[in-house]
């Protein structure tokens, strides 16, 4: 069985569609297309149900789904094994990130490893979706290592590092009647229009799901993707925050106020369980490459 055509098939499966898998894998739908009819024809099954608008797994594909993807990571395993006891680290390494964040020196960590291991292809990209949306594609084999700021809970069944921590802070405009307060709670805040990320980033996440568990709702009238705007956005007088510490950049005019309640956040890493030695390389160099700032400029007032 040729690896190749378990690779189209993984990914046909996963981007559900042959035109979007033929682009991933950077050849020609046709290619693509071929593999998986030759693939079919090895395992005497239909793998996939299609349509005119729609491809989806058949019964049988979704079984063999779990196995394509051990495979094809236990091969490149081996490789993985034998080129480096041949000429030192080669591979692949797809690293997912926050697309605006200096929490974390990623051109730093990135251009460390590349100079380490040349003989890995490194490649970085970002998600629309934040925090889930990278921890789908590592759950999903589209990413070997990503970056996240979903709670430890969310991670069930990947390997996941803390590499910063932190906790939630109210931020408030200048003059706000609460901005004078030594310490704020959710219930005071709710009902403020606020500034946060988009859907899916995981400081979202965590300050949805503590309003929820307390019953209360909030409206979000601002959604900024680089969280380090989010102070400005305050300043500016669009509304109110509630956002972990680390995140935040002096503005003027914004006032940060604590908690009354302990609302942690993480930065983690993750990855899938079983690791091919580039993934074991970049974890082991982006544990050492945090670079937590000196936040003692963002205090109350200033």
Known sequence: MDTRHLEYFIA?????????????????????????????????????????????????????????RAAVESLDRVYDVVAAAESGLRGRLRLGVFANTDMLDIPALAGRFHQLYPGVALSVVASPTGSTGLVDDVRAGRLDVAITGLPAGDLAGLRSHELLAGEFVAVLPEGHPLAGRSMLSLDELAGEPFVDGPPGFGNRVIIERELASRGLRRTVVVES?????????????????????????????????????SLAFSIRSVSRTRATRPVEAALALLRGVAVPHDLSAIRAGT
Not at 242 to 261: E, K, N, Q, W
Request: glycine share 6%; hydrophobic share 50%; net charge positive.
């Open 12 to 68: 046909v499966a996963e981007e559900g569609s042959f035109t979007r898998a033929a682009h991933r894998l950077q050849t020609v739908q046709s290619a693509v297309s071929a593999g998986v009819r030759t693939l079919e024809r090895e395992v005497r099954a239909t793998l996939f149900v299609r349509s005119t608008r729609r491809v989806e797994l058949s019964d049988a594909g979704r079984a063999l789904l779990p196995e394509a």
């Open 225 to 261: 993707p680089d969280m380090s705007l989010v102070a400005a956005f305050v300043a500016a007088g669009l509304g109110v925050a509630a956002v972990p510490r680390m995140v935040l950049r002096p503005a003027p005019g914004a006032v940060v106020v604590p908690l009354d309640v």
